[in-house]
């Protein structure tokens, strides 16, 4: 079964990539952000999680005008293991900024978990609200003209969509997931310009695995990967990460024309922290318009146990 497990995640590894022009956030702890991009993940853990990302991409990046247009996107993600629904519930929160543009949604959804073999599968639906807000002020039209930068204003839309995932897991050995997001392509119209909005479907797989050294058990490997595409284009993030005594790991990343992440962090009871700094190698970094890229993660799961009353029992012969 191991041989199966690696010739699965050295599949993808080696699968080839071209520069995703990608609608939705991106974060360099995807291993950590299934909840986000999956909702079939929801209660895979048997607790209630909450994972929250901060990222500032491209620190530095300005405009001509001195104008920053860098991304920086902040999520939180929620989910339990609900037993008498027999799966799990989910939400997520996240405000995503790209220049003159703000976005932020909301994600609720539900996912059924199914016993196969040695581990669980869950199939989950998604709804989501996604508030998207353009500054036409901000912008310089080459032709003065152009309608659509007509607006000197900020304008909004809200635009509703669904998303569908199926998440496998073998705890504390491999996990594969396969997810799409925004399916119903849903387009919104901003109100003064008039401009239409289209959401783009995005496809996810994921995979991952959970390799103690025989010789020193307190060390494990865990190599992950997570491709992403809108058929047009494609992106793959590889990464590795080393676990200590199951407390402390380090790792890399890579994204291909992207950047190489270098990643560190730890645990504390049910907390998890960790750190990722991003090496821009696109022509951002090369051209020395951006120092890198800084993210924090941090993550709580906690179980609720409901203590038993004692009940006393009575027999007739002794009363």
């Not at 998604?126 to 807000?133: C, D, I, M, R, S």
Request: hydrophobic letters at 40%; charged letters at 15%; aromatic letters at 12%.
């Amino acid at each position: 079964m191991r041989k199966l497990y690696f010739i699965v995640i050295v599949f993808f590894l080696f699968t080839s990539t071209q520069i995703f022009a990608q609608q939705e956030a991106q974060v360099s702890h995807n291993m950590f952000n299934n909840m986000a991009i999956n909702p079939g993940y929801a209660g895979m853990r048997d607790a209630i999680c909450a994972t929250a990302i901060l990222r500032q991409q491209w620190v530095g990046f300005t405009d001509a005008d001195g104008n920053k247009g860098a991304p920086q996107t902040n999520l939180i993600s929620i989910d339990a293991a609900i037993r008498p629904l027999r799966g799990g519930l989910g939400m997520t929160i996240i405000q995503d900024k790209l220049g003159f543009e703000k976005n932020i949604g909301v994600k609720f959804g539900y996912n059924y978990h199914l016993p196969i073999g040695p581990g669980r599968l869950g199939l989950g639906l998604q709804v989501g609200f996604l508030n998207k807000e353009i500054d036409f002020s901000k912008f310089k039209p080459i032709d003065a003209t152009d309608p659509l930068l007509a607006s000197k204003a900020k304008e909004t839309t809200m635009i509703t969509d669904i998303s569908f995932g199926a998440f496998y897991q073998i705890p504390q050995k491999l996990y594969f997931g396969l997810s799409s997001s925004q399916m119903l392509q849903s387009d919104g119209t901003l109100q003064g310009s008039k401009a239409t909005l289209d959401l783009k479907r995005h496809y996810y797989v994921v995979a991952g695995y959970h390799y103690p050294l025989p010789m020193n058990p307190t060390f494990e490997i865990m190599p992950s990967v997570l491709v992403k595409s809108d058929i047009a284009s494609t992106q793959i993030d590889i990464n590795a990460l080393v676990k200590y005594n199951n407390q402390f790991w380090a790792g890399v990343s890579y994204r291909e024309t992207d950047a190489i992440v270098a990643m560190v962090g730890a645990t504390f009871k049910d907390i998890n922290i960790g750190y990722a700094y991003d090496i821009t190698t696109s022509a951002i970094g090369q051209n020395k318009r951006s120092s890198g890229s800084h993210e924090v993660m941090l993550g709580y799961c906690f179980k609720i146990k409901i203590e038993k009353i004692p009940q006393s029992y009575r027999n007739v012969r002794f009363l």
